[in-house]
């Protein structure tokens, strides 16, 4: 019992340094805390949530690994290579880490129950999905290679995906653990816009420090749902 408050209080205290790095500008060493935070989350994960979850731990694993891959990054010059293949690996890990977020969500939903019951909601959703990305991903544009942008509009398109499917899964059984996976999934998406914005439009250091707040407050609650289990969910919708 001791090791894991342990490990919690040492995941609070980097935490804490983790966005002290980034407020003052030291995104190497940031970035290496990060790695480090994750790789003591995922051990976090496997000491305290009993009824672990198969693809939420791939969601974690895959992250971590491509947080760990983002930190090596620095040490390799992009004037290397004719093209920044670290780029496309990275990115290509992270929408595969959400996409493992968008299948446990989908493992728990009776797929044909849930069309049958809120098909409003859900084109609704589909519309404001394909707007958004394509709103957010053409700020890009005139920045990004054909390749890059391709690659951003898949990466949006799949994060407006975890945030919908989110919300459904919430409206649908509307508990407490869909709850803390939708504030989770709300806060991934404000980072991760954040964090275009400030690559893309504007490098103004708070932009930076809002996308890492956004992101270790997401974190916080996909750990908090995953040590709810499911006999804890009720209340199903019924209409």
């Given at each position: ?43 976090l994960y496997c ?10 731990f791939l969601f ?77 991903t053409n700020t ?100």
């Amino acid at each position: 019992m001791q090791k894991p408050k342990t490990l919690i209080a040492l995941l609070a205290v980097l935490s804490v340094v983790f966005l002290g790095l980034q407020l003052f500008k030291y995104e190497y060493f940031a970035s290496g805390i990060r790695a480090l935070l994750l790789v003591l989350l995922s051990i976090l994960y496997c000491s305290r949530v009993e009824n672990k979850r198969k693809f939420f731990f791939l969601f974690l694993i895959t992250f971590t690994v491509a947080d760990v891959f983002n930190f090596l990054s620095w040490q390799i010059s992009p004037d290397s290579f004719m093209v920044d293949y670290s780029y496309y690996i990275i990115n290509a890990m992270y929408i595969l880490s959400y996409s493992f977020l968008i299948v446990q969500i989908l493992k728990t939903l009776d797929i044909k129950q849930v069309v049958t019951k809120l098909p409003v909601h859900i084109i609704i959703l589909l519309v404001l999905d394909i707007s958004c990305v394509i709103v957010v991903t053409n700020t890009t544009k005139s920045e990004l290679q054909f390749g890059e942008y391709l690659l951003e509009f898949v990466y949006n398109a799949v994060i407006m995906a975890l945030l919908s499917i989110a919300l459904i899964n919430y409206i649908y059984k509307d508990d407490k653990k869909s709850m803390n996976f939708l504030v989770g999934s709300i806060f991934i998406v404000f980072s991760e816009v954040i964090q275009l914005a400030y690559f893309y439009v504007s490098e103004v250091n708070v932009l930076n420090v809002l996308c890492s707040i956004f992101l270790v407050l997401a974190f916080v609650f996909f750990y908090l749902q995953a040590k709810i289990s499911h006999e804890e969910n009720y209340n199903k919708l019924e209409v």
